[in-house]
Structure formats: structure tokens, C-alpha cells
């Protein structure tokens, strides 16, 4: 007994011929994908309990976000036009203002939103700022792996410690009281270990634990503290290397790549590294001999700066995803909004339109990604065998008519709002954009409750205010 059977679908499959089946049919059993072909084939071997007509959809893997922070979702856009207000209020909230409650409503919401926009796995930094991670104790790494494992997605949730020097100062919340604790590096490695055991491999798998570093420059960049600095990146590699995790780090740039490899011994296949603006060609040979993954984020503020060398890491043999970067400030889950930035960002460097073809990113958000997150032989694309993670997009909308070509209408034209059905491990957890898995009124009420008593604990209702030059100017003052 096949327990779904879509069909009558186009089937994107992604597989290593990068097969494309009209009036296709993907059969599901036991949350692992047990055929993919004709519809007509398909539906004469397999007596579906439940069967989902694709007429006018495409099916195709879910979509992968291979960086995203946990926190942000709550943040959004406070302070984010003025000067540092935006960064200054992620290490305010992460340390002190925000409660267990918090980091639970914002983990449903943003797990909510990937739902919503074919994400079927993410990557989550519990935290971000100025590397500021929220490993004080494993309570706030445990809400949030319990909360995403309710929605139904699959989650990376990347910890690791802040940035020395220590001790930082973090609160615990009971209530309306807080409780100021001095927290040293020892403190959040060993707050990381107690997540490792308590949350990787949770939910059936869909929940892993990865491990995060600050980047670092050289040791006597770092003010003194380069000892301090090696000892951290040591201990984070060898719990990596113990417990056969992935390491990752946020905000390569400017020889940061180099420094990683000569100094600290950090690249290899385990890796993968987010941003990555301004790399040297040696450094996209490190990452192609160490077989170092890079994640480029098209839509952030450090592609505004300077600009990944997507292009040339992936000719150069370079396993290269993208990543949201979200959810603040100004960006959100939307993958298809992604892969569009991508493809301009970069053909605007080159003045070249023939760069980043629609196929690419495409594998960049599903098989490529996969491979990033070590997961290639079980997600990213619809094959037998593999899990059951398919999404469908209702193609009968006018911004993707006529209804041809859709290998160029869903990365140029599509939006997450457009994915009308999501499917993990076999499950249904949204059809006809319902959600299956939570209440979405409670989780949309539950982040903006714990919305307001961020803002009341941390003082920041400033933020919210409509900064002086937002209208009638071409840019905000100095």
C-alpha cells in the first residue's frame, strides 16, 4: 500500500539527470519516496491511501535555506535604518531581554514562514549580532529544536560560543524578573555539549545539531586575546570531530578564508562557510582541496558591501548553496526571492545576463544544498529511496503563465506564497496552504506577545519609530 500518490503532476526532479516529467507521478510510503515516473505508469501499480491530483502544480524537491538566524524573526526590522541600532539590539535582546518563551514563539514562527515557502530544512544560528550566541544554557537551544519539531520541518540548529573575552553577561527571565549571570566560554561549550545529546537527531532525525565559530582574524589582530582565540576554535573543531557534526561560520571576507585554513585548521568536507565576499584565488583553491562548502547569501547586507564569487567558487569545483540570511533586517525565508537576487546579483557584477543560469540556482536551493549539509544521499532531489520531502507550486497563477517552461518561470517568477502543498518524511504538514501541524493564529499571537515583552524588558521601543530621511530622500543621513 503506497500511503501518497501525487499525479498528474510536472515533476522537477533534480535527480542526476535532472529528469523533467510532464503529467508525472511521485509515489510515497513508509516517508520515503518509492517511485517517481508517468502518471499513467504510476497510478496502474500503486493503491494510494491518499491521492493528491497535481494538474496545473509542479513537484519538485523541498527547498533548503542553508543559513538563517534563530532570534530574528522577532527582530525583523527594529533600528534597522539607523546607524549600528539593528546589531546593537540583537546582542541587547539575545543576552538580556529575551526569555525561554521567546526564543519558542520565534522558532515556531520562522519555522512557520519555511513552511509557508517550501522550505522543507533550514539552518538556524541561535543568535547573531556581533556574534553573540545564545548557549548561557541549552534551555533556549531546547525550546527552540521542540518548536520547530512541531511545525514538522527538518532543522539545523547551529551553536557555539560568543567571541571572547569572558565572561559576558547574559539574564535568565522568571516572569517579569531577571536573574544576571556571568557566563564563561566553559559555560557554552558545555551548554553546546547538553544540546548535542539532548536535541541532535530528535523528531525522526528532521532535528540536527551543527556547531558555529565566530570568524576570526589573525591572533594579533585580536587585541591579546589570539590565545584565548585559538583555544575556543580548538575546542569547537574537536567537539565537531567527536560527535561528527557540522562546523560552520558566518561572515567570511577579505582573507578571513585564508586565515581559517593557515591559522586555525578549520576547512574541510565538514565545513561550510557563510558569505564569503572578496575571496583571493587561493582562497577558492583552499575550498575546492578541502572540499569546503560555501554558502552564498544574495540578499544581505554583506552582498551590498562586496560580493561572493559564486560564479568562480562553483567553476572552480566548489559545492556552493544559498542561504536566506534571515529573517532580519530586510529580508525573509522566501527561497524563490533568493534565487532570483542571486542571479541578478551576480549578472550585474559581470554585466552579463548569460551568468547564474535558472537551472543552477535551482540546484542550489535543493541538490547543491543537500550536499552542503551532508544530507545528499537523502534529500535535495525526488528519487526512490530518498526521503519524502516534495513541495507543490500552483503554476495556474498569472505571473507564471502561459503554462510552459517551467524551468525559467519558477526561479524568474515564483514567490513563496505560490507553494501550495509541503510534504516531509512522508507527511503532509500544508495542503491548499493550510497547515496541518500547528495553529497558525496561536503561533502569529505567541510571537507578537513575546514581541512586546522583548521590547518592554530591553527598552527599545525607540527602534520601532520611523527614522528621520525615510521619505522624500534618495538616502538616509550620516
Same mark, same amino acid.
Given at each position: 500500500?503506497?500511503?501518497?500518490?501525487?499525479?498528474?503532476?510536472?515533476?522537477?526532479?533534480?535527480?542526476?539527470?535532472?529528469?523533467?516529467?510532464?503529467?508525472?507521478?511521485?509515489?510515497?510510503?513508509?516517508?520515503?519516496?518509492? %517511485?517517481?515516473?508517468?502518471?499513467?505508469?504510476?497510478?496502474?501499480?500503486?493503491?494510494?491511501?491518499?491521492?493528491?491530483?497535481?494538474?496545473?502544480?509542479?513537484?519538485?524537491?523541498?527547498?533548503?535555506?542553508?543559513?538563517?538566524?534563530?532570534?530574528?524573526?522577532?527582530?525583523?526590522?527594529?533600528?534597522?535604518?539607523?546607524?549600528?541600532?539593528?546589531?546593537?539590539?540583537?546582542?541587547?535582546?539575545?543576552?538580556?531581554?529575551?526569555?525561554? $518563551?521567546?526564543?519558542?514563539?520565534?522558532?515556531?514562527?520562522?519555522?512557520?514562514?519555511?513552511?509557508?515557502?517550501?522550505?522543507?530544512?533550514?539552518?538556524?544560528?541561535?543568535?547573531?549580532?556581533?556574534?553573540?550566541? /545564545?548557549?548561557?544554557?541549552?534551555?533556549?537551544?531546547?525550546?527552540?529544536?521542540?518548536?520547530?519539531?512541531?511545525?514538522?520541518?527538518?532543522?539545523?540548529?547551529?551553536?557555539?560560543?560568543?567571541?571572547?573575552?569572558?565572561?559576558?553577561?547574559?539574564?535568565?527571565?522568571?516572569?517579569?524578573?531577571?536573574?544576571?549571570?556571568?557566563?564563561?566560554?566553559?559555560?557554552?561549550?558545555?551548554?553546546?555539549?547538553?544540546?548535542?545529546?539532548?536535541?541532535?537527531?530528535?523528531? $525522526?532525525?528532521?532535528?540536527?545539531?551543527?556547531?558555529?565559530?565566530?570568524?576570526?582574524?589573525?591572533?594579533?589582530?585580536? $587585541?591579546?586575546?589570539?590565545?584565548?582565540?585559538?583555544?575556543?576554535?580548538? !575546542?569547537?573543531?574537536?567537539?565537531?570531530? %567527536?560527535?561528527?557534526?557540522?562546523?560552520?561560520?558566518?561572515?567570511?571576507?577579505?582573507?578571513?578564508? *585564508?586565515?581559517?585554513?593557515?591559522?586555525?585548521?578549520?576547512?574541510?568536507?565538514?565545513?561550510?562557510?557563510?558569505?564569503?565576499?572578496?575571496?583571493?584565488? /587561493? %582562497?577558492?583553491?583552499?575550498? /575546492?582541496?578541502?572540499?569546503?562548502?560555501?554558502?552564498?547569501?544574495?540578499?544581505?547586507?554583506?552582498?551590498?558591501?562586496?560580493?561572493?564569487?559564486?560564479?568562480?567558487?562553483?567553476?572552480?569545483?566548489?559545492?556552493?548553496?544559498?542561504?536566506?540570511?534571515?529573517?532580519?533586517?530586510?529580508?525573509?525565508?522566501?527561497?524563490?526571492?533568493?534565487?532570483?537576487?542571486?542571479?541578478?546579483?551576480? /549578472?550585474?557584477?559581470?554585466?552579463?545576463?548569460?551568468?547564474?543560469?535558472?537551472?543552477?540556482?535551482?540546484?542550489?536551493?535543493?541538490?547543491?544544498? !543537500?550536499?552542503?549539509?551532508?544530507?545528499?544521499?537523502?534529500?535535495?532531489?525526488?528519487?526512490?529511496?530518498?526521503?519524502?520531502?516534495?513541495?507543490?507550486?500552483?503554476?495556474?497563477?498569472?505571473?507564471?503563465?502561459?503554462?510552459?517552461?517551467?524551468l525559467y518561470r519558477i526561479p524568474n517568477y515564483a514567490n513563496g506564497a505560490?507553494?501550495?502543498?509541503?510534504?516531509?518524511?512522508?507527511?503532509?504538514?500544508? !495542503? @491548499?496552504? *493550510?497547515?496541518?501541524?500547528?495553529? %497558525?493564529?496561536?503561533?502569529?499571537? $505567541?510571537?507578537?506577545?513575546?514581541?512586546?515583552?522583548?521590547?518592554?524588558?530591553? @527598552?527599545?521601543?525607540?527602534?520601532?519609530?520611523?527614522?528621520?530621511?525615510?521619505? @522624500?530622500?534618495?538616502?538616509?543621513?550620516?
Amino acid at each position: 500500500m503506497t500511503d501518497i500518490l501525487i499525479i498528474n503532476a510536472t515533476i522537477i526532479t533534480m535527480d542526476p539527470d535532472r529528469r523533467v516529467i510532464d503529467h508525472g507521478a511521485v509515489a510515497i510510503a513508509d516517508g520515503r519516496i518509492a %517511485e517517481v515516473g508517468p502518471s499513467d505508469e504510476l497510478a496502474a501499480r500503486h493503491d494510494a491511501a491518499r491521492v493528491i491530483d497535481g494538474h496545473d502544480m509542479v513537484a519538485m524537491p523541498g527547498l533548503i535555506d542553508c543559513h538563517g538566524h534563530a532570534g530574528h524573526g522577532l527582530i525583523k526590522t527594529m533600528g534597522s535604518s539607523t546607524g549600528n541600532a539593528w546589531t546593537e539590539a540583537c546582542e541587547t535582546v539575545y543576552t538580556v531581554a529575551s526569555s525561554v $518563551d521567546f526564543w519558542r514563539a520565534e522558532a515556531r514562527l520562522a519555522a512557520l514562514e519555511r513552511l509557508k515557502c517550501g522550505v522543507t530544512c533550514g539552518v538556524s544560528l541561535l543568535g547573531g549580532g556581533n556574534d553573540i550566541m /545564545r548557549t548561557d544554557e541549552p534551555a533556549y537551544g531546547e525550546a527552540h529544536c521542540r518548536a520547530v519539531a512541531e511545525v514538522g520541518i527538518r532543522s539545523f540548529l547551529a551553536v557555539g560560543p560568543c567571541r571572547p573575552p569572558f565572561p559576558r553577561t547574559f539574564a535568565r527571565w522568571e516572569g517579569d524578573r531577571a536573574e544576571s549571570l556571568s557566563i564563561t566560554q566553559a559555560d557554552q561549550l558545555a551548554s553546546c555539549e547538553a544540546l548535542i545529546h539532548s536535541c541532535h537527531g530528535m523528531a $525522526d532525525g528532521r532535528i540536527s545539531i551543527a556547531l558555529n565559530l565566530p570568524v576570526y582574524g589573525r591572533p594579533a589582530d585580536e $587585541d591579546g586575546s589570539g590565545e584565548a582565540i585559538k583555544a575556543q576554535s580548538d !575546542a569547537v573543531l574537536a567537539m565537531a570531530r %567527536e560527535h561528527g557534526l557540522k562546523l560552520t561560520q558566518d561572515g567570511h571576507r577579505n582573507g578571513s578564508i *585564508a586565515i581559517a585554513h593557515d591559522v586555525y585548521g578549520l576547512l574541510g568536507p565538514d565545513v561550510f562557510l557563510s558569505h564569503c565576499n572578496n575571496l583571493s584565488d /587561493r %582562497e577558492i583553491d583552499l575550498c /575546492r582541496e578541502t572540499d569546503t562548502k560555501i554558502v552564498h547569501n544574495p540578499s544581505a547586507i554583506a552582498s551590498v558591501m562586496a560580493r561572493c564569487p559564486a560564479p568562480e567558487l562553483i567553476e572552480a569545483g566548489v559545492t556552493v548553496a544559498i542561504g536566506s540570511d534571515g529573517t532580519a533586517p530586510d529580508r525573509g525565508a522566501d527561497m524563490f526571492r533568493h534565487m532570483f537576487q542571486c542571479m541578478h546579483h551576480q /549578472r550585474s557584477h559581470f554585466h552579463d545576463a548569460n551568468v547564474m543560469p535558472a537551472g543552477k540556482v535551482m540546484e542550489m536551493v535543493t541538490i547543491d544544498a !543537500a550536499k552542503v549539509l551532508g544530507q545528499g544521499d537523502r534529500i535535495g532531489s525526488l528519487e526512490a529511496g530518498k526521503a519524502a520531502d516534495v513541495i507543490l507550486i500552483d503554476m495556474a497563477k498569472p505571473h507564471l503563465y502561459p503554462p510552459n517552461m517551467p524551468l525559467y518561470r519558477i526561479p524568474n517568477y515564483a514567490n513563496g506564497a505560490d507553494v501550495d502543498t509541503v510534504i516531509v518524511d512522508g507527511k503532509v504538514l500544508m !495542503a @491548499g496552504r *493550510a497547515v496541518a501541524t500547528v495553529d %497558525e493564529a496561536e503561533v502569529l499571537d $505567541d510571537a507578537r506577545r513575546e514581541t512586546e515583552l522583548m521590547i518592554e524588558r530591553s @527598552g527599545l521601543q525607540s527602534l520601532l519609530e520611523t527614522p528621520d530621511g525615510f521619505w @522624500g530622500r534618495a538616502r538616509f543621513p550620516d
